[in-house]
């Protein structure tokens, strides 16, 4: 990768195509609200409310989070803004004349909450905001002008300073504290050194403040016999009872016990902090599992030194000064075949499927799902490419943390090249290597709900680049489905990017539930980039299947084909309940035999926007049916195949643009709709991807970006908006494939050929 690339274009589509987790560090001033035109459509910093300001930058700045190491940081600088009067028509801005002459009103009036000439705080306001959304906010720094820009006020100071604020992802990074330092006044030094000595009148302690500052082992991360090192373990030593009076004075020593499994077999350091400063001691020798290492340290002054460690078996569970702690990790390796010492802290030391199962499952104990809980929060697991076997001895894996304070964030990411060493994240190629989580051929997973994988309370799981593969054929009878997203309350997360769904059978052995790949009863499932092919139910939902009012399903350039539901509704999806927003989908190559059969049907509140649904044979009752609640399409192609009809007349708003044939009348047609039935679509075949057919009659109109965006939210105020905030705004201006549409020019469909 080059360092010295410029790369210009929106912030957003840039970062979207960066690797995961490829960038140290970012430095960046966003456009500040409401200062300046850019002239430039979707710039940042002209929304009309700061609300939608805040918005824009955490939806930019999230994706940075993706693409930012896990010890990388992220320095933001950031200016306030004041309610204004509205009358900006004669300013004329120096740097940039074209942008506000003329302007004859300041966004800026528009501020919830402010009067005018109130500060709104937009800095702190996006500080909290990002914090909200997973950041670390670490601290907040002034940047002082000795030269400021001056302000043509007369009742207040003018402003000399702006906001830095350094974020993280992890509570872990490399920070360079000694960069930065100043050297301390040999003075000083003296006058701290006395201030300690015994005897002195500071040496004892003062009622209700703490106590003395001495020498400590530290937990720092970093350093290695006196040099910074990026990604050393931690170690944090048991300490027993000084020798010689308090810890730092003169003459004291103490003998510290290091137990495997708190230090990496890498580390080779101690941090000590005296006299309120870092020191690093070379000497400790490198730590190997099942050992013990004994020493003493001996403070004399400002020198400190080590004894020869002695070095024992670790064979116990408790040492002096307390009970040794499970090893936590700040991520988790795995392979197909566990490695090294198999605890997952690396890919030398790589956990297997078994250690991978024991570590995600709870199946409802209280007392393992809050442990598991503690070690995954917020961590993120790599997975190499194989075959893992999670649903095994006719028992899938349950994952729910019920009694934990909040949703626990895990991230499991595939892709990566089994021949990866060390901490080593470059080799990752989901074309090429293909992670999947198989069930296993004798496995009726049915301890968990006849599931590979079951969701429950607390629990907010991202897959990224992996494959669910059920290993059934289209004739085998079978029971297990990939995922049940079940939390009792609702507050279960689900999100798939870049992974794929297929060979899953539920219901051929006399179930009656459907959704092969994905069932939601309570919970949100997030599908980005993500195909579902060879599923097959006998209930409703050869793929997906929603049952509860509070399930919502969230799709984007999502393919769904060759799925099957014979003898029932919603051969693809059937959405029984809840909410289900879709944008870039095409659904087709489905195939069933029963009288009601149709692709995409249900009771939900459905929102369609760019998408595709395509009969087949066996579907004459058409490829879309909303029949109970609310519902909206915009910009969307409906074709009938071999069927009779497309598009069963249920509670179906348009919102304008669709293209479609043969629907029943009344199912809410505007005049920007465009009714096909005269001209024929190509047959049902996919190309890249994605659904591919030609204008050769009239359309009625086209629709723009801004149409369907605005559509979307008329939908409904929350969920719509929801929506819209995951996909992203620019999301809706390409194809399925990625390709940038012609904004003011979209073709109806997942697919647009650049009209």
């Known amino acids: 990768m080059r360092l010295d690339t410029i790369i210009n274009r929106d912030a957003l589509c840039a970062l979207r195509e960066l690797p995961a987790e490829s960038v140290h560090c970012c430095v960046t001033s966003p456009p500040y609200y409401a200062l300046r035109d850019y002239g430039m459509d979707a710039q940042i910093g002209r929304e009309d409310t700061p609300e939608q300001y805040i918005a824009r930058l955490v939806e930019v700045f999230r994706e940075l989070k993706r693409v930012l190491r896990p010890d990388g940081t992220f320095w933001l600088n950031i200016a306030d803004t004041y309610c204004g009067t509205g009358s900006k028509g004669a300013y004329t801005d120096p740097k940039n004349p074209k942008g506000r002459n003329g302007q004859s009103l300041s966004l800026a009036r528009r501020a919830a909450g402010c009067k005018q000439k109130d500060l709104i705080g937009i800095p702190w306001l996006l500080a909290f905001a990002l914090r909200s959304d997973g950041w670390y906010l670490r601290s907040a720094i002034i940047w002082q002008k000795d030269n400021p820009m001056p302000e043509s006020v007369r009742d207040r100071p003018s402003r000399c300073y702006e906001n830095v604020f350094l974020l993280t992802k992890s509570k872990s990074y490399y920070y360079d504290a000694a960069a930065i330092a100043e050297p301390i006044a040999p003075t000083t030094a003296a006058r701290y050194r006395g201030g300690r000595s015994a005897g002195h009148k500071y040496d004892g302690e003062v009622p209700g403040q703490g106590k003395v500052q001495g020498v400590k082992i530290g937990s720092y991360q970093g350093y290695t016999n006196g040099e910074v090192v990026s990604g050393t373990s931690l170690i944090s030593p048991f300490i027993t009872v000084p020798e010689g009076g308090k810890a730092g004075q003169n003459g004291c020593t103490y003998t510290a016990i290091v137990a495997p499994g708190k230090a990496g077999t890498t580390a080779t350091f101690v941090s000590l902090n005296y006299l309120g400063e870092d020191l690093v001691l070379p000497g400790i020798p490198e730590l190997k599992p099942a050992k013990c290492y004994e020493f003493t340290l001996k403070v004399e002054g400002s020198i400190i030194s080590i004894s020869e460690p002695i070095v024992s078996p670790w064979d116990s569970g408790t040492l002096p000064g307390g009970d040794a702690e499970e090893l936590q990790l700040a991520a988790y390796y795995v392979k197909e075949q566990p490695a090294g010492n198999a605890t997952g802290m690396d890919w030398d030391n790589a956990m297997g499927v078994d250690a991978l199962r024991n570590l995600l499952q709870t199946n409802g104990n209280s007392d ?89 309370n607390q629990t907010n799981i991202i897959f990224d680049g992996c494959t669910f593969n059920g290993q059934y054929g289209l004739n085998d009878a079978g029971s297990v489905r990939a995922v049940f997203v079940a939390a009792g309350g609702g507050d279960a997360t689900l999100q798939l990017n870049n992974c794929v769904i297929k060979n899953f059978n539920r219901g051929s052995d006399g179930g009656t539930d459907g959704g092969a790949a994905v069932k939601v009863s309570k919970g949100r499932v997030l599908l980005n980039d993500v195909e579902m092919v060879n599923n097959k139910a006998t209930g409703r939902g050869g793929a997906i299947t929603t049952t509860a009012a509070n399930s919502f399903l969230f799709m984007n350039n999502c393919l769904l084909h060759e799925n099957y539901a014979p003898t029932a509704w919603g051969t693809a999806i059937h959405a029984g309940n809840g909410y289900v927003c879709m944008n870039n989908v095409t659904v087709l190559g489905t195939t069933a035999t029963g009288g009601n059969s149709i692709t995409v049907n249900g009771d939900a509140y459905f929102m369609l926007a760019n998408t595709t649904i395509v009969g087949n044979s066996g579907n004459p009752n058409g490829v879309f049916r909303a029949g109970g609640r609310a519902s909206t399409v915009v910009n969307s192609l409906f074709a009938k195949g071999a069927g009779s009809r497309t598009i069963y007349a249920g509670n179906i708003t348009s919102g304008g643009y669709n293209v479609y044939q043969a629907a029943d009348a009344g199912w809410g047609a505007v005049s920007t709709d465009t009714d096909y039935s005269s001209q024929t679509l190509p047959a049902a075949t996919l190309t890249d991807g994605v659904y591919q057919w030609t204008v050769t009659a009239t359309i009625d109109e086209f629709a723009t970006k801004q149409a369907v965006i605005d559509a979307v939210k008329s939908f409904d105020a929350t969920v719509g908006q929801q929506f819209i905030n995951w996909v992203g705004e620019n999301g809706f201006g390409v194809d399925q494939r990625g390709v940038a549409r012609n904004v003011n020019k979209m073709q109806a469909g997942a697919y647009d050929a650049g009209l």
């Open 368 to 456: 393992i799902s809050n442990a598991n809980a503690v070690k995954l929060d917020g961590k993120k697991i790599y997975v190499a490419a194989g075959s893992y076997e999670m649903a095994k001895e006719n028992s899938g894996v349950k994952i729910e943390y019920s009694g934990y304070s909040k949703q626990v964030e895990i991230t499991i990411e595939g892709g990566y090249d089994p021949s990866s060493t060390g901490t080593d994240l470059t080799k990752r190629d989901i074309s090429k290597h293909t992670t999947a989580f198989v069930r296993n051929a004798g496995s009726g997973a049915s301890a968990t709900s006849n599931s590979l994988l079951v969701l429950g």
